[in-house]
């Protein structure tokens, strides 16, 4: 199983990027899939995740700008954050909690590569 995520980079206090992150391999079913984010010298927090169902969850710091979704049938989870500040600027992680084929009955977590964000004039 692989999380491949995408679409950080540099962007201004109060623009938007969009993250992307695609799990592949032999999956039989993800029961979650969020972000999380790593800044210099803090310890990686939760930004958002999203249920199979569509129910979400945010960090007070994010509600209101950040948005996550999922596409069930590509097994991808979407970030799209809005009115971003200096203080968001981090290394982004895909998670998913999932249960593969060959473990149907044992959830696992899955990490991605990370992916950075800068926010700075």
């Known amino acids: 199983v692989q999380l491949q995520a995408s679409g950080g980079g540099l962007v201004q206090p109060g623009g938007s990027l969009r993250l992307s992150c695609a799990a592949s391999?032999?999956?039989?079913?993800?029961?979650?899939m969020g972000w999380h984010r790593q800044a210099p010298g803090k310890q990686r927090e939760l930004v958002a995740l999203?249920?199979?169902?569509?129910?979400?969850d945010y960090a007070d710091s994010v509600k209101g700008r950040f948005t996550i979704s999922r596409d069930n049938a590509k097994n991808m989870v979407y970030l799209q954050m809005n009115s971003l500040k200096p203080e968001d600027t981090a290394v982004y992680y895909c998670?998913?909690?999932?249960?593969?084929?060959?473990?149907?009955?044992?959830?696992?977590?899955?990490w991605g590569q990370g992916t950075l964000v800068t926010v700075s004039s």
């Open positions: 391999g032999s999956i039989f079913s993800i029961d979650i």
């Open positions: 999203i249920a199979k169902s569509g129910s979400t």
């Open positions: 998670h998913a909690r999932l249960r593969t084929i060959a473990q149907v009955m044992v959830p696992r977590d899955y």
